[in-house]
């Protein structure tokens, strides 16, 4: 049986999809089938790893939309990706106007991300990813409702980023208490490192001082600027990109890292 976890944090930019799709690339070398679900409108996650000639047929819209008329089946929203075993779930622009409606009138639509794939994936890959939208709103409670853990990236350079890790926590105490228990807090990822950075090295020691060194993942990513250059080249991972770099290397330490836990 696979494994879904959720990448959230309420702030923006901290590293939520370069996590994802890193860490899910990683994986994939090792031997883990792994799916990515893009669980954000914005599709920046879909972008980096759907081939640019993929027509999208079905996705997550399809998915969660509750008037759909031509409904999909799960294994047709799943997509190839260049990385053998890695696959997505894709998302579209569109899915941004469903979240009024199906929070208004859909009493029960925290939960239709879990009854709309939880047990295909698990069923059908090692690791599954949803890389969370910067919120706390219904999107993000759909991902929290389908996962088993979740692990929350935050930003070095920013002292607001741990203030997202906090609103992410609150959610998850009220998931649990809710209709998803088992739900576990896995780690804190520390994204975007600068060690000449004495201000980085605060915002560090501050995570740990408030989330517990054991919160936290011992392997962190380093700022690089390849992370940047990859987002212009579409269907490409670090690994592909420049897999010699420190940013692949720091990601297959972080994956090695993550398998210890299961
Ligand atoms: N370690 C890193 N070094 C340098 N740049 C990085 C690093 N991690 C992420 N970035 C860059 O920071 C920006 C934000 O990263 P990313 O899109 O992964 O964040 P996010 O949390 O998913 O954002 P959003 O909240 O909009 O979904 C991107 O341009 C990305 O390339
Ligand atoms: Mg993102």
Redesign the pocket.
Known sequence: MGLIGAVS?YK????????TVNLSAALSYKNKKTLIIDN?P?A?STRAVLPPDARIEGCLYHLLNPEETRPVEIKDCIYRTIHKNLFILPNISETSGLEIPLAQNYPNSNLYLRKAVREYVVNNYDFIFIDC??TLSLFVNNALYAADFVMI?MDAGSGNSLEGIKGVLDLMDSVKKDKNPDLRFLKILI??VDKRKSAHQAVIDDAIERFGANNVFKNS?????L??SV?FVKGQTIFSFAQKSK?AQSFRNLATEFLTFF
């Open positions: 944090n923006g930019g901290v590293g939520k999809t370069t996590f954000d914005q920046d939208p910067p990236p994204n975007k990513i380093p700022t690089s600027s992370f940047e987002e940013g």
